[in-house]
């Protein structure tokens, strides 16, 4: 299939990108979400902004307790970043489930997360992480907080005059806290049926302080539970943990649809957050050793 015809501007500079965007513009970065969209006719924008050139935007730095990503950066130089990895090893965590190798290699995190699909890693990872998301235009900048930045599904708060120019995801900011994640698709590399990111934390006293989790297909936007009351207080080597299953099916209210039932995803999210979880709490155990 072949999209519709439109306007194509590759301009140098930020500040040209941003006098080029406009109710009828899309970005381009990775193009993994929008050229199949393009094809299969289901946006049909009269203007393509390829912002390809605009290499400044192209960085992964971590500092000041925050990893920062740029709007060119590709989900595979985020994964391959081993300082962002030390930093906040979610990161690292949920890109190895994005898609391919080949969409690793030419997708944008900044872009995935824009493009606000609520069964994608990035978009559950930001907002578990209460990361930011920052944008610019014409008029000036602004910084949106995960919690106001997805807004339906494939809609962000990214308004049509608007860069989003840089992501920043909060690194680990104590020993004692630790990170997992798990997924189930129908196919490795498919979207997710059911996707889990967790955080964990340990008190002073070595039990488990508090627990979090992010799920993906769960609902419209990416769905973030508290787990505190059903794990606090319990000793980290615990081999399962019961009541987070039934805490997380009790919170959860997914949808039906062509690839799973509501029961069987709410089946799934039970059981990948104890999995995802097991992980966070056994990073958290390593933090506190090292």
């Known amino acids: ?21 406009d109710d009828e513009a899309k970005v381009l970065a990775g193009g993994q979400s929008l050229v199949p969209l393009l094809n299969m006719r289901l946006a049909a924008p009269e203007h393509i902004v390829d912002i390809n050139r605009l290499t400044a935007l192209s960085y992964v730095n971590t500092a000041n307790g925050t990893v920062h ?23 690292r965590q949920a890109l190895r489930w994005v898609a391919h190798p080949a969409i690793r290699n030419r997708g944008t995190t900044v872009g ?25 235009s014409i008029a000036g900048e ?16 990214v308004q049509p005059d608007e860069l989003a120019v840089e992501a920043e995801f909060p690194a680990r900011q104590r020993s004692g806290t630790g990170t997992g994640f798990a997924e189930i698709s129908r196919r490795r590399g498919d979207y997710a049926i059911c996707g889990v990111a967790a955080v964990a934390w340990l008190g ?13 297909s769960m609902g419209p936007v990416p769905v ?7 794990v606090a207080g319990t000793a980290p080597d615990a081999a399962s943990f019961p009541a987070v299953t039934a805490l997380a099916r009790d ?15 709410r089946q799934l999210a039970g059981v990948l957050t104890e999995r995802a979880l097991l992980t966070a709490v056994a990073g958290a155990r390593e933090t506190m050793d090292s």
């Open 1 to 21: 299939m072949k999209p519709p015809p439109f306007r194509y501007s590759r301009p140098e500079s930020v500040t040209e990108a941003l006098g080029l965007l």
């Open 69 to 91: 990503v740029g709007a060119l950066a590709r989900h595979a130089d985020v994964l391959a970043n081993d300082a962002a990895a030390t930093a906040q090893p979610l990161l």
């Open 112 to 136: 995935s997360l824009v493009h606000a699909d609520p069964a994608g890693e990035m978009p559950a990872v930001l907002a578990l992480l209460r990361g930011t998301v920052h944008v610019a």
């Open 142 to 157: 602004r910084s949106i907080p995960a919690s106001d930045f997805f807004l339906g599904p494939l809609e962000s708060a």
């Open 204 to 216: 002073p006293d070595g039990h488990i302080g508090g627990a979090s989790a992010a799920y993906l």
């Open 224 to 230: 973030v539970v508290d787990l505190t009351e059903a």
């Open 251 to 265: 919170r959860l209210n997914p949808q039906s649809d062509i690839h799973a039932t509501a029961s069987y995803r």
